[in-house]
């Protein structure tokens, strides 16, 4: 079994000792139930991953030594998830799952159809960041404040395209009045982005978009419906498959 990680805010370097907060230092001692002596990685996404010692362990906290460094950091692709916030479990499995496949950004937003529900920022960042390290990367994802889907529109940058996961078929487009029939299919859409240096997917909620939020989406140069697929999936589904095939096309080759 390798060591286990630790995602840590401070400067990493030969020698340093962290002390380690009450939360990190209960996850290290009772959960991850290391003692004195007992070897762990550290790292964050500035200076990369390194070996490290439990010196000591208190009742209120834990020091750690820095020792060796073990790989220098690497940064995911500049890839967002904009998703809205299905109910919990579903939430917080695409906050694991999508920190698992690599995203710099996880962008709650809010749809017409969202179950208006509160969002717990805090709580999707300690997702996140416990998913990041049991997956050998070297950030938590970003969580950003949940904004509106038209507020998330409002002054994109252009050079972030938006794939938009568009379930409607073809009947259904054609109910909302158009010329809009299923959106092309996912893998085939990527390679119009090949050259993109960054990317962004959307996910809607339970219910899907509304015939408005459609409109509004496809009106919208920098967005690309896409289907993935005939069936139906549920949300964290489509966050997952969507993830995985545009890390594998797009993303995770990228940097060599
Ligand atoms: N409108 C649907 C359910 C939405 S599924 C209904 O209630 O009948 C939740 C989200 O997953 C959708 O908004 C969409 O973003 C994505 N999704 C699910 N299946 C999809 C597919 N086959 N193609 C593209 N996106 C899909």
């Given amino acids: 079994m390798p060591n286990p990680r630790l995602l840590i805010d401070q400067p990493l370097a030969a020698g340093a000792t962290l002390t380690l907060d009450e939360a990190q230092a209960h996850h290290v001692g009772a959960v991850l139930r290391l003692a004195a002596g007992d070897a762990l990685r550290v790292f964050n996404a500035r200076e990369g991953e390194w070996r490290a010692r439990v010196i000591e362990k208190t009742k209120r906290g834990m020091r750690v030594l820095v020792e060796e460094r073990l790989r220098a950091a690497r940064a995911c692709p500049d890839l967002d998830l904009l998703f809205a916030p299905v109910k ?5 499995l695409i906050v694991e799952k999508a920190t698992e496949l690599g995203v710099a950004r996880i962008r709650p937003v809010l749809t017409q159809r969202t179950i208006a529900e509160t969002v717990r920022v805090d709580r999707l960042a300690l997702i996140a960041r416990e998913a990041a390290e049991q997956t050998e990367r070297f950030d938590a994802p970003e969580i950003a404040a949940p904004v509106s889907l038209p507020r998330a529109l409002d002054g994109w940058e252009s050079a972030r395209p938006l794939i938009f996961a568009d379930e409607a078929g073809d009947d259904e487009a054609q109910a909302w009045g158009g010329t809009q029939g299923r959106a092309p299919p996912l893998a085939q859409a990527l390679a119009s982005v090949a050259g993109a240096a960054k990317l962004a997917v959307l996910i809607g909620p339970e219910g899907g978009f509304t015939p408005e939020e459609r409109r509004l989406l496809r009106g919208l140069s920098h967005v690309i419906p896409v289907s993935l697929g ?22 995770d080759w990228r940097q060599g």
Avoid at 88 to 92: K, V
Avoid at 242 to 249: G, M, P, S, Y
């Fill in 88 to 92: 919990r479990h579903a939430r917080d």
């Fill in 230 to 251: 005939p069936r139906i999936l549920r949300a964290e589904t489509a966050a997952i498959a969507a993830l995985t095939l545009i890390q594998a096309v797009w993303g």
